[in-house]
């Protein structure tokens, strides 16, 4: 097969689990940031790191040991990622890590990498990532900003409706025969527009246009109203 290498997306669980990032410059901010939004418990090495780096530390939301990278650092790792400016630390924490059997991600050679960090757009459970395999990571960015205008805060709470409307319909009795028409309706409808606008009245009047009669939507939608509040001041786009 000829060009890069091809990708795999999975979307990783790393909550409670150890990340290691080497490394305390602008990047690692970046790549730290990614892995608090993912729940992960982060561990960085590094003798110097930068201000939003010192200020997790000193809240507790990381661990700073502020030293060289060496090799046990690795030990207990689910993750790392190589962020230093020394080619030749890159290449022990990459040796290091395939010993230890530890996934990479090295951020000067995405050849190296077991996996590459993607763009990514969150709104609620709705998680959108981009990727150029390395080619163009600039290109990533700006397809997330255009897209960060379409998708505002409340496709998060679109998603989290679906999410209850789903349990709703399967809960219902039935099966995934009779299950999906009704899916397939609901998606038709601007249910979006409605949770952008506020007009819970007519969320609930469109949502009975397409659910089984016996199916009352009102309670998923009241239960929406608190999610709605605080998904918007989270992204008051
Ligand atoms: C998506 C994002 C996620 C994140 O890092 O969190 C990410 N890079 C981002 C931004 C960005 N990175 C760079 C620029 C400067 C402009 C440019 O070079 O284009 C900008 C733009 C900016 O900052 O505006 C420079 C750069 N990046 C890599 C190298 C090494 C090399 O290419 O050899 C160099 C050269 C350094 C040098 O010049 O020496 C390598 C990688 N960067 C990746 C991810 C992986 C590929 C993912 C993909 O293909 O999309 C990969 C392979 C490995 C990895 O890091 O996982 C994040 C966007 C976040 C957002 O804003 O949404
Ligand atoms: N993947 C990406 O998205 C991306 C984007 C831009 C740059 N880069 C590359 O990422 C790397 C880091 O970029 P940066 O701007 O954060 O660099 P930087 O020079 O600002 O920071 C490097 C950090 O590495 C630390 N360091 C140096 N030697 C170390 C060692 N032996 N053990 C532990 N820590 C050590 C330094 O103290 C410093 O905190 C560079 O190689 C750069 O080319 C990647």
């Known amino acids: 097969m000829s060009g890069p290498t091809p990708l795999y997306p999975v979307n ?3 909550a409670g689990r150890l990340c290691l990032v080497v490394g305390g410059g602008p990047v690692a901010v970046r790549k730290v940031g990614a892995l608090l939004i993912g729940g992960g418990r982060v ?3 590094s003798p110097e790191a930068v201000a939003p780096l010192r200020r997790l530390a000193q809240s507790g939301r990381i661990e700073w040991r502020q030293r060289l990278y060496r090799t046990g650092d690795l030990d207990g790792a689910f993750i790392v990622i190589a962020a230093t400016n020394r080619p030749e630390v890159q290449r022990q924490v ?3 890590a395939a010993a230890g059997r530890v996934l990479l991600n090295s951020t ?3 050849a190296a990498c077991d996996f590459q960090v993607p763009s990514q757009l969150k709104r609620g459970d709705l998680l959108i990532t981009i990727s150029t395999g390395g080619a163009s990571p600039a290109f990533s960015r700006r397809i997330r900003e255009s897209l960060e205008a379409e998708f505002g805060w409340e496709y998060g709470v679109t998603v989290d409706l679906l999410g209850r409307l789903r349990a709703l319909v399967m809960g219902g009795g039935g099966d995934a025969a ?3 028409p009704v899916f397939r309706d609901i998606l038709e409808l601007d249910l979006a527009g ?3 606008d506020a ?3 007519g969320l609930v ?3 009975k246009t397409a659910l089984p009669p016996h199916l009352d939507p009102e309670p998923v939608v009241r239960s929406l109203v608190e999610v709605a509040n605080r998904e918007k001041k989270e992204y008051p786009l």
């Open 12 to 14: 990783l669980k790393i």
């Open 94 to 96: 990459a040796r290091d």
């Open 43 to 45: 561990r960085v090495v």
């Open 199 to 201: 007009d819970w009245d």
């Open 194 to 196: 409605r949770i952008r």
């Open 205 to 207: 009047g469109m949502l």
């Open 178 to 180: 009779d299950h999906a």
């Open 108 to 110: 000067d050679d995405p």
